[in-house]
């Protein structure tokens, strides 16, 4: 047997870039200049959207807390349009970061937005009985991958979204987790556009 582990696989959200939306609002990253933790999130002034589709074309901002590190992101114009982001992968779909919420976890790597994230895997996961009513947002679950809603992983996963949850409390660069790096996993085919002016 080979005494070398095998290499963490990301898991891929690719196609669950619609019940991701939701929690695009609020993404914790690796800081790009401290490699501390930062925060992206709809820049100040902006009102709250009315679809969750919209937080795809937001514009955002990076902040450090620990740094002072900001920037920010606009939708990419094309003709009338604006193109979104793509959600997905374990980076942030707008300043593509590596995520500051992951963790190795049953040879693959978990991954999370923020801790309201992480609370809404973790009462799917947890859940004994799972509710089959066609809720968007339960389909939208359904869709995960199959190892992180496995009854024999649940309390390999239910701890390592806990390992998560701690995360999230953690800012310095020294608390970087040894998993969150890149891994140029973002999905890589173009989001939507949204026509200025149409009837969206
Ligand atoms: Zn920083």
Same mark, same amino acid.
């Given at each position: 047997m080979s005494a070398e582990p095998a290499q963490p696989d990301p898991v891929r959200h690719r196609d669950h870039g619609t019940w991701l939306v939701q929690f695009t609002g609020r993404i914790l990253v690796v800081c790009p200049r401290c490699g501390g933790r930062a925060l992206v999130a709809p820049r100040p002034g902006i009102e709250a959207p009315k679809y969750f589709s919209a937080l795809l074309f937001q514009p955002r901002r990076l902040v450090c807390a620990g740094c002072g590190a900001v920037a920010d992101w606009t939708a990419e114009e094309r003709g009338r349009g604006l193109v979104g982001v793509v959600p997905g992968g374990t980076e942030d779909p707008f300043f593509r970061r590596p995520l500051w919420l992951q963790t190795r976890c049953a040879g693959r790597i978990l991954w999370a937005y923020d801790e309201g994230h992480v609370? &809404?895997? &973790? &009462?799917y996961v947890g859940a004994r009985l799972r509710e089959r009513r066609a809720s968007p947002t339960m389909a939208m679950f359904a869709r995960l991958p199959a190892w992180m809603? %496995? &009854?024999e992983r649940r309390d390999e996963v239910l701890a390592g979204l806990a390992a998560l949850r701690a995360l999230a409390g953690l800012s310095a660069p020294a608390d970087r987790s040894d998993a969150a790096h890149e891994r140029g996993d /973002?999905? /890589? #085919? #173009?989001? %939507?556009v949204l026509f200025r002016g149409g009837p969206y």
């Open positions: 609370d &809404a895997l &973790a &009462a809603k %496995s &009854a /973002r999905p /890589r #085919h #173009h989001g %939507s």
